[in-house]
């Protein structure tokens, strides 16, 4: 179906795509995996025949793209929906509008059309909301609709440029479904792109993209053997952290939970607390496979004066716009010395919240203190902003900007040169820092941004996404940082984010739906609450996950994807023989079952459909 070698793409001098090569065949789903700006949207529109290319060869379905005639044959059976939220839709027109305009640029007939499009709607529960505007839907919604314009003319080919990110994980969930059970059913191939690493273990074959090339790609299975050894601890961890930082590589707290890397099978009785060898994840590959100096990060400062022992406070917050209720009735504490998470997809509701908590926007009802101020410009003078766009001056350069925020805090000059010096060591940016920032990566460009905001000591930071679409050693960095700001610095720090993995790192959470404060907690707590109402989460590995998902369904048994099978949900313990007695009926091979705790996501899945 696709058939690329020695592909090549320059933007002028930079070489976007450098000499990459696959094959994804029918029924198959290839993925890829990356840092944003590693070249894969590139690749993708190559692919589908909406971008030029330099060198090497691209067949699509038979097709030579190097030939224009060809590549146009190819693209009336491609399907291709770029990154961004509907951003091949129409916003004004009605679902029903916007799946009927495909069907006539398609040239469908209108009896093929309008089954189809029954099809398509019934299977992505968007029939009872036909009738409504594309703009007025949710996350979620909007990408089920995408695929429904993507697949109405029954596409041979589906590309889909990070589908997923952003959206609510039950969403998540449908839409992979949707995928699968088209790409399976009619026989098509996809190319998928993600952000997410947890999804990444669902592909049939992935490539791994840095800088424009392929560092690694084969079956999520192969790839995890090229990480070495992965291991964790539970106990003790803040004693062991430094023994453990100067051993191994790629060390990272989560929570109560140390993981970390070693090249090879370690003698488990070096320190004084149980060590335990854990199955390795593609974040882990990630980690192992791009090489990059780590770096050190110190305690730069002590914190000015105190901060009570809730730093901040909010009670019955609620903003509206016009009609729409984006923040609802919520309240909540965060101790000093905290990291608090915000955890939720896009739209639920965490950036109103924040700018309301920096004096930003004014709430419609409700109140708030931070540090025990109200006045928001009194707020303003004490808290590090971060916010989710890239906010620093693009045209300057490292230094400058660094130097232009001290000012504007008015950090005296000599304090200033210190805590500059600690910034750029911190990022690793001190032989680039006269170099535009317009330059730097987006990881880079993120802990700068980070940098700026603690400048003047503040007591607490708001961090507005600070990792979205940043690689997993860039966001190591990020969270290794922050967590030396709460630990030994004792900053408060309130950090918005759409991971649902990322939750492991903060000490409470607020999960939000909707605009809804849904859940407070730490992580174990929260996910030890749920467990007893959900029950027993069942890892199970088999040739068939998609077949295995139907016989379920149909017996009134909840499943989702994972992996290389299905996580399975029940009440009652099961064992490997009621697993093989459910499936061998049908001819599906099970390898391996195994319980599982409950992750964040399955939290935030039980607590929503639970409502």
Request: net charge neutral; with cysteine.
């Amino acid at each position: 179906m696709i058939v690329v070698r020695q592909l090549k793409k320059r933007f002028k001098k930079r070489e976007a795509v450098k000499d990459v090569g696959f094959e994804v065949k029918k029924g198959e789903i290839f993925g890829l995996i990356g840092p944003d700006g590693a070249g894969k949207s590139t690749v993708m529109k190559i692919v589908a025949g909406v971008m030029s290319f330099e060198d090497g060869t691209v067949q699509v379905l038979g097709r030579d793209f190097r030939k224009e005639k060809e590549t146009e044959q190819a693209k009336a059976k491609i399907a291709f929906m770029p990154q961004g939220l509907g951003l091949n839709l129409y916003p004004t027109l009605s679902v029903e509008e916007n799946i009927d305009f495909f069907a006539v640029l398609h040239d469908l007939p209108k009896d093929e059309a309008k089954g189809r499009k029954e099809l398509l709607l019934k299977v992505t529960n968007l029939t009872p909301f036909r009738k409504r505007e594309a703009q007025k839907l949710s996350g979620g919604m909007t990408q089920k609709l995408g695929v429904c314009c993507s697949l109405i003319h029954k596409p041979e080919l589906l590309i889909l440029d990070e589908p997923t990110t952003g959206i609510d994980p039950i969403s998540r969930r449908e839409l992979w479904r949707l995928i699968v059970d088209f790409v399976s059913k009619e026989g098509m191939a996809a190319l998928i792109s993600t952000s997410y690493m947890d999804e990444a273990e669902r592909f049939s074959s992935l490539a791994l993209m840095i800088d424009g090339e392929f560092v690694a790609q084969g079956a999520p299975g192969e790839l995890k053997r090229l990480c070495g050894s992965v291991y964790e601890i539970d106990k003790d961890v803040k004693e062991v952290l430094p023994e453990i930082k100067k051993k191994f590589r790629h060390v990272r707290l989560k929570g109560n939970t140390l993981r970390f890397l070693a090249a090879r099978e370690i003698e488990k009785t070096f320190l004084p607390v149980a060590i335990e060898r854990v199955e390795p994840n593609l974040e882990d590959v990630f980690l192992a496979l791009k090489k990059e100096e780590e770096i050190e990060v110190k305690a730069p400062f002590t914190l000015k004066g105190t901060v009570r022992e809730h730093a901040v406070t909010v009670e019955r917050l609620t903003k509206q716009f016009d009609s729409f209720v984006a923040v609802s009735d919520v309240s909540f504490q965060i101790n000093s010395g905290e990291i608090f998470g915000l955890l939720g997809p896009n739209g639920a509701g965490k950036t109103t919240l924040i700018k309301m908590l920096c004096g930003l926007l004014i709430p419609t009802s409700g109140q708030f203190s931070v540090a025990g101020k109200r006045n928001p410009q009194e707020v303003k003078e004490i808290i590090g902003y971060m916010s989710q766009r890239f906010s620093l001056y693009k045209d300057l350069t490292i230094l400058e900007n660094l130097e232009l925020y001290g000012n504007i805090y008015k950090v005296p000059a000599p304090v200033l040169r210190e805590r500059i010096s600690w910034a750029l060591e911190t990022t690793g940016l001190e032989k680039a820092k006269n170099e535009k920032t317009d330059t730097l990566p987006l990881g880079l460009k993120q802990r700068l941004a980070l940098m700026c905001s603690v400048l003047h000591n503040p007591a607490l930071i708001f961090l507005d996404e600070p990792t979205s679409g940043v690689d997993p050693i860039q966001r190591k960095v990020f969270w290794d940082i922050i967590h030396v700001l709460a630990g030994e610095v004792g900053v408060t720090v309130l950090v918005s984010t759409h991971y649902m993995d990322e939750a492991e790192y903060c000490d409470r959470l607020c999960l939000m739906d909707q605009g809804e404060a849904i859940a407070i907690g730490g992580p174990s707590k929260l996910k030890e609450d749920a467990k007893e109402k959900i029950g027993h989460i069942y890892q199970i590995a088999l040739d068939h996950p998609f077949a295995a998902l139907d016989i379920l369904e149909k017996k009134g048994l909840y499943a989702s994807f994972y992996e290389n099978g299905i996580r399975m949900y029940s009440l009652q313990p099961i064992s490997l023989d009621d697993v093989e007695e459910l499936f061998s009926p049908h001819g599906l091979k099970v390898f391996e079952i195994k319980e599982v705790f409950p992750s964040i996501e399955d939290v935030f899945v039980h607590l929503v459909t639970s409502r």
